[in-house]
């Protein structure tokens, strides 16, 4: 028992750190990033750009870079299979209270969701991909991790997290999909290689450029008592005392 705890709590703080975390890194290298970015051979071999660099990244180097935990055969407890769309449809309509109808996929947007799993589908979405208001319909990957991270579940995340990142480099915006993994990747290349140049500090993407939760606000349209409240291991004692708490 002992062993299912120590990995679940692995999994809760690395995915809180992935989605919260974040680095001060140039605009520009942002961009090229992801305008340079293509397979390399398959797609669990990505190459692109910073500056002249021509760097390479794999799926144990995006492991690395995240601390991401990760299937072994020396674990025991492994990952179970990520649910599919129809095994989810029941918790999110009895217990998480999804006030919409939810046939497939494309039905499931955030604005269904009541507080709190709402804004916790909202700050996924924004952290993870390039949806940015309540009626963009987040991919099927963020409905996976919002409901295995509520039951805490241990699921394999590197290939969730990876697939969302293929699928964007597959379907590209005028955006920067992934911001913060962006920034988090362009930061462990620049340490990694000194010589990759810094540029001027003042064209750096700061935090405050994240824009993450100050526009995530309650609506203030959902009722009480919708849908199930936020977990008690979901909740530590410095959010404990917060006046929101």
């Not at 955030?110 to 319909?137: E, H, M, N």
């Not at 394999?156 to 962006?182: A, C, D, K, Q």
């Amino acid at each position: 028992m002992g062993n299912l705890h120590g990995i679940n709590d692995a999994i809760k703080v690395t995915l809180f750190d992935v989605i919260t975390g974040s680095a001060l890194v140039p605009w520009i290298y942002m961009y090229q990033f992801w305008h340079t970015l293509k397979e390399d051979g398959s797609k669990y071999k990505l190459k692109f750009l910073l500056g002249t660099k021509e760097l390479t990244m794999t799926v144990a180097e995006f492991i690395r870079i995240f601390q991401l935990p990760q299937a072994t055969n020396n674990n025991n407890v492994g990952f179970i299979v990520v649910p599919t769309f129809r095994q989810m449809v029941p918790f999110f309509l009895k217990d998480l209270g999804f006030s919409l109808k939810l046939k497939s996929p494309s039905n499931f947007v955030s604005k269904g969701l009541p507080q709190p799993w709402q804004t916790l589908c909202k700050i996924f979405a924004r952290c993870l991909t390039t949806r940015v208001t309540v009626y963009d319909q987040p991919p099927i990957q963020i409905m996976q991790m919002l409901f295995c991270f509520i039951n805490n579940v241990q699921v394999n995340y590197v290939e969730l997290l990876w697939e969302g990142l293929h699928y964007s480099l597959m379907h590209p915006t005028t955006l920067i999909p992934y911001p913060r993994f962006t920034k988090m990747i362009v930061d462990h290349y620049m340490t990694a290689h000194p010589h990759i140049l810094r540029r001027v500090h003042d064209n750096y993407h700061r935090v405050e450029n994240d824009d993450l939760v100050k526009n995530i606000s309650n609506s203030g349209k959902n009722k009480d008592g919708v849908g199930i409240k936020i977990l008690e291991w979901m909740l530590n004692e410095e959010m404990k005392q917060t006046d929101h708490y």
